[in-house]
């Protein structure tokens, strides 16, 4: 099954008010073509799961800029001063949540669990309005899970049925997040017709579609 996908025909799977969950880290590992896809696009009121809020021109800071993003999930968003701004002007919701948890959060869409317990957050401003519950005597948040309408990955390399190579830092969130999405597509580096079962990072059963680098 070839999987191969056009930058133009991306446009086609978006839709106002979905859920976007977005592989990086500080923008490494994030598919800049697809973001730059989502900006054409022109949808908006879009929900964005992702580490950080990009850089104010690149990786989703460029669809946050755009105006098109309604709320951030994010563990962090000092790498881009504008979500700051858009945040204290209400022009943008931010859900700022501990990283480890944000992971677990998005793992857990993935592996379609309803969420995970944690300590992290117990007694600050991240357990406000959450359920709390005691095991043994310890007391542990409850995160729910995270899924997205639509995963956006990046690789180093992908076959044409989409199992992915990821090389060192790359690999970050985007594992994790092609796991939760309804739809996930992962942007190649570089097309090859066959990887190594032994370096497959995001294994080509949860890709849907391969947009390779350079597609317009």
Excluded: W
């Excluded at 999987?3 to 800049?32: A, E, R």
């Excluded at 908006?44 to 992702?50: G, M, Q």
């Excluded at 944690?118 to 043994?136: F, H, R, Y």
């Excluded at 948040?141 to 992908?158: F, R, T, Y």
Aim: glycine share 14%; with cysteine; hydrophobic share 40%.
């Amino acid at each position: 099954m070839n999987k191969i996908i056009t930058k133009d025909q991306i446009k086609d799977l978006l839709f106002d008010g979905m859920t976007i969950l977005v592989g990086g880290f500080m923008t490494n590992g994030t598919p800049q073509m697809i973001c730059d896809a989502v900006v054409e696009s022109g949808v908006k009121d879009l929900t964005l799961v992702c580490n950080d809020g990009g850089y104010e021109e690149s990786g989703i800071g460029k669809i946050i800029k755009n105006g098109q993003c309604k709320t951030l999930i994010t563990s962090h968003i000092g790498l881009n001063p504008l979500v700051g701004q858009m945040m204290a002007t209400n022009d943008i919701e931010v859900i700022l949540t501990p990283q480890g948890t944000l992971a677990e959060q998005v793992r857990a869409g993935g592996s379609g669990l309803g969420g995970v317990l944690t300590p992290t957050g117990i007694g600050t401003l991240v357990a406000e309005g959450k359920e709390i519950i005691n095991i043994d005597g310890k007391d542990f948040l409850l995160e729910k899970a995270i899924k997205g309408d639509l995963a956006i990955c990046k690789s180093n390399q992908s076959d044409h049925v989409g199992n992915s190579t990821l090389l060192g830092t790359t690999i970050n969130f985007n594992p994790l997040m092609a796991l939760a999405g309804k739809i996930t597509i992962v942007e190649t580096d570089e097309l090859v017709d066959h990887i190594d079962p032994n370096s497959v990072t995001i294994p080509g059963v949860v890709v849907n579609y391969v947009l390779e680098g350079g597609t317009k």
